[in-house]
């Protein structure tokens, strides 16, 4: 479904990837673990059309993709739920949810969607009417994946879902990737929470500094003496 | 009862500065600049709305949105050309740069037909007077009124409901967000400058049917005096350009009642001072955010 080959992205001066590939493939739930800076947020960025590779490719169903503008990507599946949730603080939930639906025009569609949003996320529904700014940071996470799925995604980019939240509501939240897995979107999911991550994913890839060091099975990764000491506190 | 048509004078002046300080408020609000050029785009909806009611004939109203339409489409034009190319410039830069066309369509405007003032027909708005508890009140002021209101109405409308205004209330909060809804930011950007400037068009045609005096230079002073009128009310805050407009027109014109008419235009500017020292997010403003 989607290649990555051999892509470099600069962030002004600084190399920030150096040869990244990869490789996330229908139905799967793909993660990429690693410690903070070592490039994971630049290549959702990247994959999301916010940023543009300087070499290599990008093909999303055999369709090149890299460097196309984020507007185009959100229409073709591929949708980023960023980091730190960045969702409309000034605007009501709802309309944060509406938001995610912007590029869609079947009425019918968006109306279903969003009562799916509500039953997937209760608490979403009691706060409707009521300004994101004001959500907790679970609360906001469940909103950020909510207007996620507005746009119908077929590939869904999950950054940190995890980050900041106490560890029931972390819980809550991977319990509802593998649901939206479950029901058809294809995930790739980046995690500092190596253990989570692992833990749902079918396969992994371990980044360090802009390079791609370990892939392979979630399994295998979870067992590698590398990964163990690196990133699941050495047990 | 003579304070009350000052206050009435003050008010159609006020409603003049706050359709002028809703384009800046709305341009800074999603680009962060302050559009100096602002100004001059009034001042070119004034003789657009000259020329549309003496050489084309039209009434007040046709003359209104024909000035909106053609500020709407100048204003697009600034933003492609001037500024699209510095979003990620310094901010001085494009500063620096707002003057620089507000230079230009000042001067490019004497080039072509020289610095003569032009005077707005007397009765392009009706000339009758009513009173009202005693104070005789000008028809004009009450159309104007009317005017303006709609305006903002429809600017209300427009920002909350339209899809339009949600993408812009949504760029100026978080652009990057906004692209991974699949807004398209550089349309969304040129549509606040479309939005702005026609309001501005429409607050020349106000200016000149009211005070009838127009020139290429007319610009400079309303447009600074807007710019207060935005920050008083809390640059980015739509509500807040509205309300600051209002308070600076009518502050101006008691100021002017009371005798010292000379003063007028330091209030403003003391005005200006006193909310930098003592509010600076202005009435309406927001805690600034830090990204980081």
């Not at chain 1, 591929?78 to 025009?105: D, T, W």
């Not at chain 1, 979403?124 to 300004?131: A, D, I, S, T, V």
């Not at chain 2, 400037?197 to 610009?219: H, K, N, W």
């Not at chain 2, 600074?224 to 509205?242: D, E, H, Q, T």
Request: hydrophobic share 50%.
């Amino acid at each position: 479904m989607l290649q990555v080959n051999n892509i470099d992205v600069y962030y002004g001066n600084i190399h920030a990837l150096k040869g990244v590939s990869l490789e996330v493939n229908e139905g799967e739930i793909v993660t990429l673990i690693g410690a903070n800076g070592a490039g994971k947020t630049t290549l959702l960025k990247t994959l999301s059309g916010l940023l543009k590779p300087k070499h290599g490719t990008i093909l999303y169903n055999m369709q090149q993709i890299g460097g196309k503008p984020a507007q185009g990507i959100v229409k073709n599946g591929i949708v980023h739920v960023p980091e730190g949730r960045r969702v409309f603080a000034n605007m009501s939930v709802e309309e944060n949810l509406e938001l995610g639906a912007f590029l869609r025009k079947d009425r019918d569609g968006i109306k279903k969607d969003l009562n799916r949003v509500y039953e997937m996320f209760p608490i979403l529904n009691e706060r409707r009417k009521q300004l994101a700014g004001t959500l907790s940071g679970g609360e906001q996470q469940m909103l950020a994946i909510g207007r996620g799925l507005m746009s119908k995604p077929k590939l869904l980019l999950l950054d940190e879902p995890s980050m900041g939240l106490a560890p029931i509501i972390v819980q809550q939240i991977f319990e509802i990737i593998q649901t939206i897995n479950q029901e058809g979107t294809t995930i790739l999911l980046v995690e500092q929470n190596a253990h989570m991550a692992l833990s749902i994913a079918d396969r992994a890839y371990v980044i360090e500094t802009g390079r791609i060091v370990l892939s392979g099975s979630a399994k295998e990764l979870q067992e590698s003496e590398q990964v163990k000491a690196a990133y699941l506190g050495g047990v | 009862m003579d304070w009350l048509q000052q206050l009435f004078n003050g008010i159609s002046l006020g409603s003049i500065y706050a359709l002028i300080a809703l384009g800046y408020t709305m341009v800074y609000g999603i680009i962060k600049l302050i559009n100096f050029a602002h100004g001059d785009v009034f001042m070119l909806g004034a003789f657009v709305g000259f020329f549309a009611i003496t050489r084309w004939e039209m009434g007040f109203i046709p003359a209104l949105i024909t000035a909106m339409i053609v500020c709407a489409i100048i204003g697009v034009i600034i933003e492609r050309v001037a500024y699209k190319r510095l979003r990620n410039a310094t901010r001085i830069a494009a500063l620096t740069t707002a003057i620089g066309v507000s230079f230009l369509i000042e001067y490019t405007m004497i080039f072509f037909r020289g610095a003569t003032p032009e005077a707005y027909p007397k009765n392009v708005l009706p000339e009758k007077t009513i009173e009202i508890l005693g104070a005789k009140l000008d028809y004009k002021i009450i159309f104007i009124l009317i005017v303006t209101v709609i305006l903002m109405v429809l600017l209300q409308f427009i920002v909350h409901k339209t899809k339009i205004g949600k993408a812009m209330r949504a760029v100026s909060y978080d652009a990057d967000a906004a692209k991974l809804m699949g807004i398209n930011v550089d349309n969304t950007i040129s549509a606040t400058f479309a939005i702005g400037s026609a309001l501005a068009g429409a607050a020349g045609v106000i200016f000149g049917a009211y005070y009838t005096r127009i020139d290429p230079l007319m610009g400079v002073l309303p447009g600074l005096k807007a710019f207060i009128a935005a920050v008083l009310g809390g640059i980015g805050s739509i509500p807040g350009a509205m309300v600051g407009g209002f308070i600076l027109g009518i502050v101006e014109t008691i100021v002017s009642a009371v005798g010292y008419s000379l003063w007028r235009d330091a209030a403003a500017f003391i005005i200006l001072i006193l909310i930098l020292l003592l509010k600076p997010a202005g009435l309406f403003g927001k805690n600034i955010r830090e990204k980081v």
